[in-house]
């Protein structure tokens, strides 16, 4: 019977500098910003936990000093935990940093740091391992709404539709993926290397990469707007993230 995630190490990726939350990070490490009265990353480790994973590594970068210190303060949180950090000098990208972290011998799991979800990290796990794949996505639908009048037209220059406002249903990546060590043989140490370039190079390589797609509640606290949305969802249904 599968174990789910019980055990797996997971990485957070958590160095980024946060410009589209500013002002807010511009002197404050973005996974610290707060959810209520706690920080987004400690909600999200609060999660891990909960489902048996408790050997973590955090990347840092962008004001990785405040980010260490808040931890050494947290005495109760990573009693619980096997907590290690990993800083970068100067960054590598959300796939170049796990190169980093040492010893990913096993499944992994590598997440964002500024998410709120409540995703379940046992069927995810199952259903990579179910496919055989090297690296799986978890996904979700998002509609994204264009605040404008978007024209069709001719070669001639004649209109020949009008859309306002229209929005458009994606299935976009939520942050989170499960690794096999075999992706760590793409990714070149030291060198900056994204995840959409990583995935990009599994398939061109004939490797499988898998999307996990779910409904689950999900929000990257990467914007002002779903920022504010996150600090609401998680007042009203607290309980659906975090039960430590």
Not at 179 to 197: M, Q, S
């Amino acid at each position: 019977m599968s174990k789910g995630a019980t055990g797996l190490q997971a990485v957070i990726l958590a160095g980024g500098k946060g410009t589209r939350l500013r002002p807010f990070t511009a002197s404050f490490p973005k996974p610290l910003v707060p959810l209520g009265d706690t920080p987004v990353v400690e909600v999200l480790i609060l999660r891990l936990i909960e489902f048996g994973i408790t050997d973590v590594t955090m990347t840092l970068g962008h004001l990785a000093e405040l980010m260490r210190a808040y931890f050494v303060h947290r005495a109760e949180l990573t009693q619980k935990l096997n907590l290690h950090f990993v800083i970068e000098e100067t960054p590598t990208g959300t796939a170049g940093s796990v190169s980093l972290v040492k010893n990913l011998n096993d499944t992994f799991l590598v997440m964002n740091g500024d998410l709120l979800t409540d995703l379940n990290f046992h069927d995810l796990v199952d259903f990579h391992r179910s496919k055989d794949a090297v690296l799986t996505i978890a996904t979700r639908k998002r509609e994204v709404k264009i605040d404008l009048g978007v024209l069709e037209y001719n070669e001639n220059n004649e209109i020949t539709n009008y859309h306002e406002k229209p929005e458009t249903t994606y299935d976009v990546s939520m942050g989170v993926y499960v690794y096999e060590p075999k992706a760590l043989e793409f990714i070149e140490p030291g060198k900056r290397l994204d995840l959409p370039d990583l995935v990009l190079k599994l398939i061109a390589a004939g490797e499988r990469v898998c999307a996990f797609p779910t409904d689950c509640q999900w929000l990257d606290i990467g914007r002002p707007d779903d920022y504010a949305r996150a600090q609401e969802l998680f007042e009203e249904k607290r309980d659906s993230f975090v039960h430590v």
